[in-house]
């Protein structure tokens, strides 16, 4: 039997960083369990058990790294990752001096490596696409954030890993 996502509703003025929208980070907060991998930390910290990640040194991560690459050579396990990439070309541009999540796809095929089964992967940006059934992720919760005006909606998947090979695309060949 498959369960429905909770969907949240949120309006929410747009703001540069993602997580200085209070009521947009409350709600991946209340998602949070475990120890929380923060893949593109930028300068908000989150009121969890928060290991950070940046490209850039100004934010005062954990660890100063490409995304990928981190994603590729640890060796921790997480309960939650957070995916808040620059959500497009301008934004990296604003924040990142150019440098791009150009590896979006090998990252999140990484990512099942590094979290606990049952855990949870929060990813924000303007698509609901998120890790997908065929890597073993079920959709737990949608939260859309209405910006107003003339803005994108920006979206928020709460999915959880179930195991590997039990995705809708592992049954169908895909």
């Known amino acids: 039997m498959s369960m429905q996502p909770v969907f949240t509703y949120l309006e929410q003025p747009p703001a540069?960083?993602?997580?200085?929208?209070?009521?947009?980070k409350e709600w991946v907060e209340t998602h949070c369990t475990g120890r929380v991998l923060?893949?593109?930390?930028?300068?908000?910290?989150?009121?969890?058990?928060?290991?950070?990640?940046d490209i850039s040194n100004e934010y005062q991560p954990d660890s100063v790294c490409d995304a990928f690459d981190f994603v590729a050579l640890t060796e921790d396990r997480f309960g939650t990752i957070v995916l808040d990439?620059?959500?497009?070309?301008?934004?990296?541009?604003?924040?990142?001096?150019?440098?791009?999540?150009?590896?979006?796809?090998?990252i999140k095929n990484e990512l099942p490596r590094i979290l606990n089964v049952g855990g949870r992967i929060i990813s924000l940006g303007y698509d609901s696409v998120?890790?997908?059934?065929?890597?073993?992720?079920?959709?737990?919760?949608?939260?859309v954030v209405c910006h107003g005006g003339d803005h994108n909606d920006t979206i928020g998947l709460v999915e959880q890993y179930q195991q590997p090979g039990l995705g809708l695309g592992a049954q169908i060949g895909g």
């Open 130 to 143: 998120g890790m997908g059934n065929c890597r073993g992720f079920r959709k737990i919760a949608i939260c």
């Open 85 to 106: 990439p620059p959500y497009n070309l301008r934004k990296a541009r604003e924040k990142y001096h150019g440098n791009y999540v150009g590896s979006l796809t090998k």
């Open 38 to 53: 923060n893949l593109f930390a930028g300068k908000n910290r989150l009121a969890v058990n928060e290991y950070r990640v």
């Open 16 to 24: 540069r960083w993602t997580f200085d929208m209070a009521k947009l």
